[in-house]
């Protein structure tokens, strides 16, 4: 990536994958850190957080955003309840409960912030879907996954899953139709802006 890049030559880049809540990265060594639509995915995000204000320099910046509305989790859980039952646990990457400004505001606080040093905004996306039953297929590939892996049974209602997605995107709130006739999912973004 840094080969074909138009940074400077002695700009350096490595990767370490490695828990949020525990980074290994020595205190005081950024001056940005970006968190991209993962904090409600994170679990313990009070952790995450510190460990965001500890590695950052006096001065660095946190950007952290998240997706405050997004109408297709709604459809891929209804495919869930649908075809697994209200007992089966929810796939990760569909919480039940949502995470709003207010909450990423509270752990940023929590990671050592402060409050008058973060500010927020959001901002309205749009997602064009060409083809709407491809995309609920791929959507619940990706997103419908449970931690065990698919079993028999989502083999045999797959179908029956992604026709439900299709449904309820097709009657749900934040779905339009633009002029190509192509779906287009709204979602709210909201991004925060957090000073050490």
């Known amino acids: ?3 074909k890049s138009t940074f ?5 880049f490595s990767t370490a994958p490695m828990s949020a809540q525990e980074l290994t990265f020595p205190d005081n060594r950024f001056t940005q850190s970006f968190t ?8 313990d995000h009070d952790t995450a957080a510190k460990q965001i204000y500890r590695t950052l320099k006096p001065g660095g910046v946190a950007i952290a955003s998240i997706w405050i509305h997004m109408p297709h989790v709604d459809a891929l859980q209804h495919a869930h309840w649908r075809t697994r039952g209200k007992d089966s646990p929810m796939p990760v990457l569909l919480p039940l409960e949502g995470f709003l400004e207010k909450d990423l505001r509270k752990a940023l606080e929590a990671g ?15 997602l064009k879907i060409p083809d709407l039953k491809r995309w609920a297929q791929l959507a619940w590939s990706y997103l419908g996954a449970l931690p065990t892996g698919w079993s028999q049974n989502d083999e045999a209602k797959w179908d029956e899953a992604v026709n439900d997605i299709v449904e309820q995107l097709e009657s ?7 002029e190509k006739g192509e779906t287009v999912l709204k979602m709210v973004a909201c991004v925060a802006i957090a000073t050490k």
Request: aromatic letters at 10%.
């Open 172 to 178: 749900g709130n934040g779905i339009l139709k633009n």
């Open 8 to 12: 400077p030559a002695n700009v350096k």
């Open 36 to 43: 991209s639509f993962a904090f409600h995915c994170l679990g």
């Open 112 to 126: 050592g912030f402060e409050a008058g040093k973060i500010t927020c905004s959001e901002k309205d996306c749009y």
């Open 1 to 3: 990536m840094a080969e």
